[in-house]
């Protein structure tokens, strides 16, 4: 809700062509596909919850189907996709809860469709959340595609999400952070203040919750800002919130009484600040950085043996299926990968 002002909703054939070739075009420059980095782990949780109840019903693996027309949708966008894997080193708790540190059981048969649809991955020392977020601060890749808002907190510079409740991914939600420092008012030092007032994946902390009026969430970054200060204001529990700033409107006592002593939680702040990655110096030699994305043309002969094998399809329903949702991405790759093609079609549509 807080930073929805700064979204926007963008098919996404649409936006990778338009920040992808078309900036390449305004700078003079061929066409380029634009670079997506994706979070996997998130993908796999999702198709997951899609399947809590019915499982029995829904044919077999219902999860990684999913998981294989999410990839169908991606691949018909003119882009490249870097799939990324939270890693054994992520926090082993969040949210108060113990995090499982085996691989999920769709991981293999996630990572080996996405190999066959030719796209590549990789798997993180920590979260993939904060890899993704360096990936995109350092260029390697142009948009964040996942669900966790934290990826902002970590310094994402651009993220979208899917906004359909089918599969199929054809329309997201796109978010910068540009968009969230001149549309909210939100450099990312407040939403890492925020994000902590709020209470995250580290931190149990939460503020907003006792401050109760309508007018809560338009007013989140101002507490945010306000809340160290005004800490220090604060003597005992009973004590009333102080306004030195005049941003708050009046007093909250309710809300000078939930701020703990020990606000902030310093080891919180360094799990959002300088967040385990590849980049990390005492990571360099077991985890090293992801160079250049690249994707290839899908391996149709690879495909379709998964799909005989994982959802028990015919040659008949896999011709049919490849046909409506494969061909037009495979002409679009075929297309880019022939770069006086690619400029005559983009002309042509732009």
């Known amino acids: 809700q807080i930073i929805s002002p700064g979204c926007e909703i963008r098919p996404l054939c649409e936006f990778a062509v338009v920040e992808g070739f078309r900036r390449g075009t305004e700078l003079g420059s061929e066409p380029v596909l634009m670079r997506i980095g994706v979070d996997g782990s998130t993908w796999m949780h999702e198709a997951c919850a899609v399947f809590q109840h019915n499982h029995a019903g829904a044919g077999p693996s219902p999860e990684l189907q999913t998981l294989f027309y999410r990839l169908a949708g991606l691949h018909k966008a003119a882009c490249h996709a870097h799939f990324v894997f939270d890693g054994k080193d992520r926090p082993a708790t969040k949210r108060g809860k113990r995090v499982k540190i085996a691989p999920h059981f769709l991981a293999r048969g996630f990572q080996e469709l996405i190999v066959a649809f030719g796209f590549t991955w990789h798997t993180a020392p920590g979260e993939a959340e904060a890899e993704l977020a360096t990936m995109n601060r350092l260029a390697r890749i142009d948009a964040v595609f996942t669900s966790d808002s934290d990826t902002f907190v970590f310094g994402a510079q651009c993220v979208m999400r899917s906004t359909d409740a089918k599969p199929t991914t054809v329309c997201v939600e796109v978010c910068t952070d540009d968009a969230l420092l001149h549309r909210v008012g939100l450099p990312q030092s407040e939403l890492i203040l925020l994000a902590l007032c709020c209470g995250g994946d580290y931190d149990q902390v939460s503020l907003i919750f006792y401050w109760s009026d309508s007018g809560a969430t338009t007013h989140a970054r101002r507490l945010a800002c306000q809340a160290v200060d005004q800490r220090s204001h604060l003597g005992s529990p009973g004590t009333r919130l102080a306004n030195h700033c005049g941003f708050l409107g009046r007093k909250y006592p309710r809300l000078a009484e939930a701020v703990p002593d020990d606000f902030l939680d310093i080891n919180a702040l360094v799990q959002y600040v300088e967040p385990l990655t590849s980049w990390s110096s005492m990571n360099w030699r077991e985890h090293q950085p992801i160079g250049v994305v690249q994707s290839r043309q899908a391996d149709f002969v690879r495909l379709a043996a998964i799909c005989e094998a994982h ?37 042509a549509v732009c």
């Not at 008949?316 to 495979?330: M, P």
């Open 311 to 347: 959802f028990e399809w015919s040659g008949a329903a896999i011709q049919t299926k490849f046909q409506s949702d494969l061909w037009e991405g495979a002409c679009m790759h075929i297309m880019s990968g022939q770069s006086f093609l690619f400029i005559y079609f983009f002309r």
